[in-house]
């Protein structure tokens, strides 16, 4: 079974902040693509960053970036310079197979001001 | 441009209506896709078409019916739904269903089920 796990349902940090959050998965394919969408609370999921397997280099985009540990199955996000803007449901997702995005069940971040 | 556009935003319905959503994109995506989200909860996929025909139904049941008029549209037609119906439908789109494509998704249509 392939299958996602964040284990930090809700996170709070102050604005200006690094936060991490993290994410497991479990496959048996050897190429796959992982991703972060954002979900902030008027509901569109957007895109965050995306990290694909067979590249050794972690994905970054201006303040996001992943650490991506094969080997341990790890896809964590690396929030820099969090800001308000950044409050948001986090999902990290995994394509399943043929046609299916698994998501996680998600992380709850807060930026305080 | 990467918008996936719904209609309608929020919509109230009882449980004898009969009501339809409607999903579209002008990417050129061959692949489109509904879920159901509740709250707190992550997206949970019910039906995927590819190539304007329908490649996975994740034993949804038969009240709700999709349908894939052409490349760009996508419907969900819903008739006789439950209170438990009641959350928020995503729609979402990508270049194809291969493993490395990135889905984009609509901002979603609120549904309430009285």
């Known amino acids: 079974a392939q299958t996602v796990t964040q284990s930090q349902p809700e996170m709070s940090v102050q604005e200006a902040e690094t936060v991490t959050l993290s994410c497991t998965y479990d496959t048996s394919e050897n190429n796959y693509y992982l991703f972060w969408y954002k979900q902030p609370p008027s509901r569109q999921m957007i895109l965050v960053i995306r990290q694909e397997a067979y590249k050794q280099q972690n994905a970054t985009e201006n303040r996001f970036s992943v650490n991506f540990q094969k080997a341990a199955k790890s896809f964590s996000l690396k929030i820099s310079d969090s800001q308000l803007g950044d409050t948001a449901m986090y999902f990290c997702?995994?394509?399943?197979?043929?046609?299916?995005?698994?998501f996680g069940q998600g992380t709850r971040l807060t930026i305080n001001p | 441009d990467t918008e996936v556009t719904q209609t309608p935003k929020h919509l109230v319905m009882g449980m004898t209506n009969k009501k339809s959503l409607k999903c579209e994109q002008h990417m050129g995506h061959r692949a489109m896709y509904w879920y159901k989200q509740k709250a707190k909860k992550p997206p949970e996929l019910m039906f995927v078409?590819?190539?304007?025909?329908?490649?996975i139904n994740e034993s949804v049941p038969s009240r709700f019916s999709p349908e894939c008029p052409n490349s760009s549209l996508l419907n969900l037609h819903l008739h006789a739904l439950q209170p438990e119906d009641s959350a928020l439908y995503l729609c979402?789109?990508?270049?194809?269903?291969?493993?490395?494509?990135?889905?984009?998704f609509g901002p979603g249509t609120r549904l309430l089920v009285l």
């Open positions: 997702a995994f394509w399943k197979g043929a046609q299916k995005l698994v």
């Open positions: 979402a789109s990508s270049q194809d269903t291969t493993y490395q494509e990135t889905q984009y």
């Open positions: 078409y590819s190539y304007e025909k329908l490649s």
